[in-house]
Nanobody, 126 residues
């Protein structure tokens, strides 16, 4: 069974940068995509970004384009989300997830993913 553990969250000021990480362990499918979702207070979980196994394909939510960068280090079984120019509306619990490669339209939905981490809190104050 696969386990995902996020880290790197914290409290920052608007305009700051932060990098969150997620380490995968246990039984992992080496062809899986890895993704980041977030859940703002009182709202549903929403897609942020996804990256293919080799890292050559990435997709981002409109809210993340130009500010966030997803990357992965397969030797370390780790996926990263570099977040720049943070805004108060980026405040959320950030979750990583793994799932099978699929048509790109499926990546935006939580149903595509079979494993989830416990989340890490990111708070951005103005």
């Amino acid at each position: 069974q696969e386990q995902l553990v996020e880290s790197g969250g914290g409290s920052v000021q608007a305009g700051d940068s932060l990098r969150v990480s997620c380490v995968a362990s246990g039984r992992t499918d080496r062809s899986d995509v890895m993704a980041w979702f977030r859940q703002p207070p009182g709202r549903e979980r929403e897609f942020v970004a996804v990256i293919s196994w080799k890292g050559g394909i990435t997709y981002y939510a409109d809210s993340a384009k130009g500010r966030f960068t997803i990357s992965r280090d397969n030797a370390k079984s780790t996926v990263y989300l570099q977040m720049n120019s943070l805004k108060p509306e980026d405040t959320a619990v950030y979750y990583c997830a793994t799932g099978p490669a699929a048509y790109s339209s499926r990546y935006y939905y939580t149903e595509n993913y079979h494993s989830w981490g416990q989340g890490t809190q990111v708070t951005v104050s103005s």
